[in-house]
């Protein structure tokens, strides 16, 4: 597998990004911030995300994750005796895709890199990033990888981030993969409800704040018309067999239609 690149045109992750709908208008409570991993690298990714991004997506790439650090310790930990329904999820992945994850290949990130990978996975649906001929999953990947390369992350966790964010949107793989990989594309399912959120032994400590405190608002429609808007101004952007893809064939398919996004 390729290594995230270290050198290209694209705009720094530290420029102010483009004004959009509703950019820069989420909210972080002292009780999330309290729950984010206390680290520069963290602080930064918080800074880029909340003045690039809507609420909703903001909010969504919060609460994915928490979710993903729950799915890191029921996939990569051993169970605590008292775990009761975690042997089901375990269970219910595996069988899912009849194989276990392919060996030696992504390991557990620290959970500075997995916030940062997680708070910024949809960052390239930001408007400074329209003019790049790259899907949006990609985008947000090097956005990232030049943030914690930039932080001193050693190259091993960059690529691991790397490689779980432009991933995070390909059924079957990502899935296989474990780690890093897994636990971001697992958070982002729980999220959109196509697959069983944690048990909640291993979100209590996140519960209230996710149902509280980060609210979905929109989240679906505002994600896919980003990602649309974006596919149908550059089709470089929205390649066929993408996620992206998916939801410009779809829009063509019914420009009139103004409800969440038929392909989302």
């Not at 208008?25 to 602080?43: Q, S």
């Not at 001929?133 to 966790?157: C, I, Q, Y």
């Not at 981030?161 to 636990?183: D, N, Q």
């Not at 996140?206 to 550059?234: F, H, S, T, Y």
């Amino acid at each position: 597998m390729c290594n995230p690149p270290r050198h290209q045109s694209s705009p720094s992750s530290c420029e102010s990004p483009g004004a959009g709908p509703g950019v820069g208008t989420g909210t972080i409570t002292a009780a999330v911030r309290a729950l984010i991993p206390a680290h520069p690298v963290c602080t930064e990714a918080l800074l880029i995300a909340k003045s690039s991004l809507p609420a909703s997506i903001l909010y969504h790439s919060l609460r994915v994750y928490f979710y993903a650090t729950a799915f890191m310790r029921l996939f990569e930990d051993p169970l605590p005796a008292d775990a009761h329904h975690a042997p089901s999820i375990r269970s219910s992945l595996a069988s899912e895709h009849d194989n276990d994850p392919t060996p030696g290949c992504i390991a557990r990130a620290p959970p500075h890199v997995l916030f940062v990978a997680c708070i910024l996975h949809d960052v390239g649906t930001a408007s400074i990033y329209d003019a790049i001929p790259e899907r949006f999953e990609v985008v947000s990947a090097d956005v990232t990888a030049r943030l914690l390369r930039s932080h001193g992350v050693a190259e091993k966790e960059v690529r691991d981030a790397w490689l779980a964010m432009s991933l995070h949107t390909s059924p079957g793989i990502a899935e296989r993969l474990g780690g890093t990989v897994r636990a971001l594309r697992l958070g982002v399912r729980a999220d959109f409800k196509s697959y069983p959120p944690p048990p909640a032994e291993f979100i209590e400590t996140w519960a209230d704040v996710i149902r509280w405190q980060l609210p979905r608002l929109e989240i679906e429609k505002e994600l896919g018309d980003a990602v649309c808007e974006q596919g149908m101004q550059n089709p470089l952007k929205a390649p066929g067999g993408s996620w992206p893809g998916d939801l410009v064939r779809a829009k063509r398919d019914d420009p009139d239609w103004e409800g969440v996004n038929r392909g989302f």
